[in-house]
């Protein structure tokens, strides 16, 4: 099934809703919260916390959702498991929640770079939530940069990978600062898994810049032979998919000098809680959303199927 199928089917007025939790008020689970209240087809039952004074948890208070600061207790205490619940805390944490939330038989899509899970990164293995039940979404450098490096991969012979994310200080927050070496790995660990490519180094960098930068990617190369031109033909394809579901992610450049090939990107937020800048975080919540839509579709085509 194409990525264009999936979205239809899943964001169809047809698909029951389904009922999902927020963990986490940070800057993602705040944005998490204002998708989800977009969709048509995601219920939001509770938003978790730990902080009762926290931004994330009055925000949500006032669009009308239910909001605890029992963090993951108050979850697993809930009358009935939800179909879906997103976690926006941190690897560590993640980590934990996934132990107590498995046996449940609820689909938890991971927002940190924990690296447990299936990975799913929409235009390359399309949206599906999977059997596994827990959605890894890699890190926003993953969303951004494995698109490109899989489509390199596959058109041409590539011996390096290198990603470089530089994400504004002013969104970069405590769980991610904290989880820089998860980050490291995650997405280093994704970009060979999805290219086939063994050396890869991936670096992230927070920017303390004022304004704040946007949210950037630049993804370095080795390919013999390689020309600019051909190139970007075979990217182009990729950043029209992207924005079917990112309408910021665009590929800025695309230049080859050698073996060398440079292709730098950019992602701007379209989120009504992110500034422009935070697309590092519109990205990984986008394709979150989706996941989570696309278990409700499934979940309407089981109960369908069962009542015939």
């Known amino acids: 099934m194409s990525l264009m199928t999936e979205l239809a089917e899943s964001r169809s007025g047809a698909v029951d809703p389904v009922r999902v939790a927020v963990i986490g008020t940070g800057a993602i689970g705040q944005d998490l919260v204002s998708k989800i209240h977009r969709s048509s087809v995601l219920d939001c039952r509770l938003v978790a916390g730990r902080n009762p004074d926290s931004a994330g948890l009055r925000r949500a208070a006032n669009l009308g ?24 805390t941190s690897a560590a944490s993640h980590r934990k929640h ?26 390359v293995t399309g949206i599906q939530a999977g059997t596994g ?15 490109v490096v899989h489509a390199l991969a596959t058109n041409f012979r590539v011996t390096y990978f290198e990603v470089v994310s530089t994400v504004a200080s002013a969104v970069a927050g405590r769980a991610t600062r904290m989880n820089l070496d998860e980050y490291v790995a995650t997405t280093g660990h994704a970009v060979t898994t999805f290219s086939g490519v063994s050396d890869v180094k991936a670096i992230l960098n927070i920017s303390p810049a004022v304004p704040p930068a946007t949210f950037r990617t630049a993804v370095h190369a080795r390919i013999d032979g390689a020309d600019a031109a051909v190139v970007r033909a075979v990217l182009d394809p990729v950043a029209e998919q992207m924005r079917t579901f990112a309408p910021g992610y665009e590929i800025t450049g695309c230049t080859v000098i050698g073996d060398r090939v440079t292709v730098a990107l950019q992602v701007t937020a379209n989120s009504d809680v992110l500034p422009v800048y935070a697309g590092n975080l519109d990205i990984i919540n986008s394709a979150a959303i989706m996941v989570a839509e696309q278990h409700a579709a499934a979940l309407h085509r089981t109960r369908r199927e069962a009542a015939r």
């Open 65 to 88: 959702y239910p909001t605890t600061a029992g963090g993951i207790e108050a979850v697993l205490a809930a009358g009935s498991p939800f179909d879906v619940v997103f976690d926006a």
């Open 98 to 123: 996934w132990r107590l939330l498995e046996p449940l038989g609820t689909v938890v899509v991971d927002m940190t770079p924990s690296n447990i899970g299936q990975m799913v990164v929409p235009t």
């Open 133 to 147: 039940r827990n959605v890894n979404l890699i890190s926003c450098g993953g969303q951004a940069s494995v698109p």
